[in-house]
């Protein structure tokens, strides 16, 4: 068993997260990498080891409570603790609530939110036995504004930072337990493929040129988290491209 801090990192196969794990793994963290597409997951763990880290992968479905739970003994089984973890995993099919896509608000719903409650579900007992841990649940600007297509993802993202909040108000304060929500604006990563409402599609194509952030961003965010003495909490980072309103 190898000893030294570790994080676990949902979403680790594509965008903010893949970053944040390489973040991480350069910082000297062991991690555990999650997601559902196990060829991404084997390709960045051999990447993170080619620079000298360690890591390990999961196949995962945040939408599984049991497989959360496996993930997270899988964490302590292999590193014997968990300092962190990432809840990153999340979609946002974005579309107008006239089209009625209530498949794509499930999958919101059960991916956005139920995925964060089980990623908090997995690993609490363990941080609260061990009385230290860092839970960051990935949010949105789009947690703090709604825009017309963003309804039921803004109302997930909103509810990643309620959920955070509350979480961070019931820890014991004996314990150096932390709980910190980042809240990205524009990133250029994978996430608006899931769209399929073509008017919401057209829509943003008016966007005009603002620069977006890139993954490489969010993650260092979250690296400027984690590594702050254990007194100090960053309760929430909201960072948008300069560009961004
Ligand atoms: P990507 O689409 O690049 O990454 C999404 C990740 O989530 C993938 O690794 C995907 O892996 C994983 N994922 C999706 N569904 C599941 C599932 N059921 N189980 C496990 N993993 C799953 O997007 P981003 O990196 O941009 O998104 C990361 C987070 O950042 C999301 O929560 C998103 O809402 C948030 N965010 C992104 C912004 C942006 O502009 N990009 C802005 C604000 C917030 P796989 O398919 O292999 O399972």
Redesign the pocket.
């Known amino acids: 068993m190898t000893q030294g801090k570790t994080a676990i990192i949902?979403?680790?196969?594509?965008?903010?997260?893949q970053a944040t794990a390489k973040e991480l793994a350069s910082k000297g963290y062991q991690v555990l990498l999650?997601?559902?597409?196990e060829d991404?997951l084997i390709e960045l763990k051999k990447e993170i080891e080619a620079a000298g880290g360690t890591a390990e992968y999961k196949v995962?479905?945040?939408?599984s409570a049991e497989e959360m739970k496996a993930l997270a003994e899988e964490a302590l089984n292999k590193f014997g603790q968990i300092d962190v973890l990432v809840n990153?995993?999340?979609?946002?099919p974005l579309s107008f609530m006239n089209k009625l896509k209530i498949d794509e608000w499930d999958k919101m719903v059960d991916?956005?939110i139920k995925?964060v409650l089980y990623g908090i579900a997995a690993v609490l007992p363990i941080m609260e036995k061990q009385k230290f841990g860092h839970v960051l649940n990935?949010s949105?600007?789009?947690g703090h504004m709604v825009f017309k297509g963003s309804a039921v993802y803004s109302g997930t993202k909103y509810a990643v930072r309620a959920i955070s909040d509350g979480l961070r108000q019931e820890i014991d304060p004996s314990h150096e337990i932390r709980v910190t929500i980042v809240s990205?604006?524009?990133?250029q990563?994978?996430?608006t493929?899931t769209i399929t409402d073509e008017d919401v599609l057209a829509s943003m194509k008016d966007r005009g040129s603002m620069k977006p952030l890139e993954?490489q961003d969010i993650a260092n965010a979250i690296a400027y988290a984690v590594e702050q003495p254990a007194h100090v909490d960053v309760n929430e980072i909201l960072i948008r491209p300069r560009q961004q309103a």
Request: hydrophobic share 40%.
């Open positions: 949902t979403g680790a196969s594509s965008g903010i997260g999650a997601a559902r597409r991404r995962t479905d945040v939408t990153n995993a999340g979609l946002m991916v956005n995925g990935v949105s600007v789009a990205p604006g524009a990133v990563t994978e996430l493929s993954a």
